[in-house]
Structure formats: C-alpha cells, structure tokens
C-alpha cells in the first residue's frame, strides 16, 4: 500500500472513530435527558421545589445552539446530577402560616443577580421566566399574609437589558437558533415572557423600565412576526428563515402582548396582522402527531395547550365556521389524548408526561387551563365558543315510562357523540354543573364528566402533598376551579347502575335527561315522566 493510501485509510479510520463517538454521546446525553425528565416527576411528587427546572435546560439549548457544545454538555449534566442525587434542591416544607410561606419563597431569590434561579453564570435570558412566576407568587403570597409586596434583592440581572440596544441585542441573539434548535425547545421563549415582568413592573413597581425599552420589546416582536404565517417563533441563523413558519406554543405567548382576551388591539400603532393567516397556520400546527422522545412529547403537550389557547381566546372571533369547526375536531381529539394519556383516574388528577405513575400539579394545571379554553368552566365561555343551549341541544319526544331501564334511556344514551348524562329534577336555566342528580356513562369513560371531573380533582387537590410544581401551583388550581359550581354529591353511574336512576324518577316523578359530548357541550334532552 502506497504512503498516501496509507495517510487516507488512517484518516477515513479516525473520521470513523470520530462520528462513532459522536454517536456514542449523543445517545448518552439523549439518556440522560429522559433520566432527568424521570427524575423531574419523581421529585415534584415528593414535594422539591423544582420551579427553575426547565428554565435550566433552557440554558443547555443556548450554549448548544451557539455552539458552546462543552458547555452545554456540562451543563446539562450538572443537572443531571442534581435531578437524580438531590443535591442542593430543598424540599418545600410545611407552613404554620401565610407570612411563613411568603418569607420560605422570597428567600429563593438569587442574591448575586436578584433572580429566582440558582445559577450566576447562565445567560440572562433564561433568568426571566423563572422569575416572573415567582414575582407573581409572591405578589400573591402577600396578599394571603397581609403584607406590603416586596423582593429581598433588585432584579441586577435586568441591568443586562436595560436599553432598547442591549434588549434587542439580546432578543436577536436567542432568537437564532443553529440545527439543535430543531430537535429542542430553544431559550428564546424565556425571553417573550419578559412581557410578564413589564406587567408587574407596572403593577408592583419591581424595576423600572423604560418607556423606550417597552417600546422596543414590543416593537422587536411586532416586526418579527411571519407575514406568510401570522407567527412568531425562532429564526434558522444560517438561512434566517422562520422555523416551520413559526411556533405556536411561542405565538400562543406573544399575541398576548398584542390583543386583549376579547380580540382587541392593544397598542393603537401596533394593531395585530394577518390574522386569517394566524388561524390556519396554528390548525396545521395543531394537526401534527404526538412525537415520540421525551423532551418531543413534553413540547408537544404545552404547544397544544397554547395553541388552542390563542385561538379560542384571542382571534376567535375572526375565524370563518369551517375553521371553527376544524378547531373543534382537533380539540375533541386533543381531550381524548390528554384523558387517554395523562389523566390517572385511580387518583382523579392529570401527569405532566403521558408515562407518569401519579398526577401532578404541573399536569393538572395544564389540564385545567384546558377545561377554561374548551369553555367547560364557564357557560357563558362555552356558549361563545360552541353556541348556547338553544342552539346545541336537539330535544327528544317525551318519554312515560313505568320504569326507567335500559330500553328507556336508550335514544339519549345511543346518541352519537353522547360521553355522559346528567338527571335533573327540572331543566336547568344556563348552568348545568350545579344541579345534576346523577351523572350516568352509557359506556366505559375514557373522557370524563365536567362535574365527576371537577370534584375528583378538587379531592386530589385537598389531599396532595403537592404544594408547587415546575409551574402548577396547587392553591392557583383550587382557585380557578371554584369558580364552577358542582353538585357534590350526584352520584357517579355506569350504564348497570341504571336501577338508581329508576328510583331518581320515583322519587320526583319527572326526570330531565341531558347528553353532554366529548367537549361537554349538551347535546341531546329527553324528559322522562313516571307513570
């Protein structure tokens, strides 16, 4: 073999060797991702306080998305350690009163950057999210305690950002993302939740920003937004293409700072655009498979949620009736995957991730939230999305009937679509969770029940360890589903218990009949009348 052959099979060997252990790493950084996802709900179920979490793996995508790939690799496996040994994470201790609670999560703070997030080192961007939650806990920790708002340390790490250049600076750095910015969420939706730091700013005082910043912040993001697609989202830093036409789970966050919850503009020079392209674009997001890795699924989840989010609540309205309708399939879809997947009926509470053995709040958080944006929280809501009573429920001939069998109840409970009945004494008026004396699954439920729902989820709530998850705080929850009055003592049938609903109609002789859908929109109305 002649010297220069020589030369190539040595190199061609140590390329080899090279892309084998390349390979060899990336699995086993791809292992160690899913040991700390593990590890994540394990420790939220034993009650670590976790909240700067995923803001921390934020911190692995920046330094990989610029190329710093020891360093995110380091990073991330200083996390690694941390999930899986427990050092230096604190668990969340009980509490003799509310101003004991405030002083435990205002003692969190960073004292170096003023931060709720341990690091010093990380870039600043991922210190913003992380912080607005807490701010916004500990606004309302002061409240419960009686205390006057207030932070141990200033928020010094906002002195980073603290002009319209260094701002922009910062939002055109995280916003461009190399090929790792494909396969994991990058840091850039850290810094659209700057918006939530400005609100408090103006509410709470917390820092000071500029009118000149605000400007800009919202500026940056109006002048960012995809003309083809109506989104927001990353940029590919070679191409500076918008990735996939945008984000959804990030436009879900940005068009907040752009309209008001009824689809109004904001900012009068800075009116929201391209709405009719908004709607189809987040259909087509919306209609893409769960993915099958960890971080995938955990993306996926929360972009449904945001998606869905945005476009029930904030261009609804300009939604032709084919798009509505579309919405309404891939939403009916998307609560039969969450209850298929996420929901632990043994315990009446949702997981975050689709393999947990226990509900968390992080999960049932987000499910809630889901219950609000269906409009099952509210008839007023479900009526704005989906039409109100007159509109939904197909009425059946009355029925008298010696006994209320199997038979009897038959052309309400082989309606199509029908996932529950609820029995009343008489028909409601507009609100039909508070009232039911019954509530009947014709077949076994993979959906559930608005009202079994909730007060399964409140008993888990009332009962779990749980005080505060990666974002899901538990008092939150209670709050927003004791907004919805339920009847807590109907019972809960199976299509055998039908006997008690025969003995219902004895007692008060005509009995109301109302199928609610997989949306728990009521659908079909039958009265039965005792012979």
Known sequence: MSGSKRVLVAVLSLVALAIVSIAILVGFEINRIKAIFAANAELKEEGYYLSPFEFELLSVSYYLNNGHYLEGISRLNEIHHVMTTRDGLVKIPSFADPAEKLDFYRSLQNPETGAFYP???DPVVTYIGVTANMINLIETLS??????????YPLRFLDEIDT???LTAMLDDVSRVGWIGRKIKPAFVSAIELQDLIDQDERL???GFSDELKHAFYRWFYDNQNPDTGLWGPRDRSTGEMIDGGDIGDSGKIIKMFVDADGNNIHPDMPLRYTDRIFASTIAGLSRPMPDTADGRHRWILDQDRGFRFLTRYVWNNATKTEKETVRALLEQFVTTRFALYYQPQEGAFSLYPDADHADLDGTSEAAGMLDYAGELSAERQAALWGGPAMTIRDLEPMAVDALDDEALAPIAA??????VRFYAAEPSGNFT???????????????????????MREWLDTTSQEMGNWGRREAIVGRLAATPVNPTAPVLAASDVAIVDALLSEHIFLVAIGFDTLQVPRVQIVYEKN
């Open 415 to 420: 309606s199509t679509g029908i996932v529950s």
């Open 434 to 456: 508070e009232t039911p004396l019954a509530i009947l699954y014709p077949r076994p439920p993979v959906v559930r029940d608005t009202v079994d729902l909730i007060r399964s």
């Open 205 to 207: 005082g917390i820092y």
């Open 119 to 121: 690091n010093s080192s």
């Open 143 to 152: 409240l419960e305690a009686g205390e006057p708002f207030s932070l141990k």
């Open 164 to 166: 319209p250049d260094r």
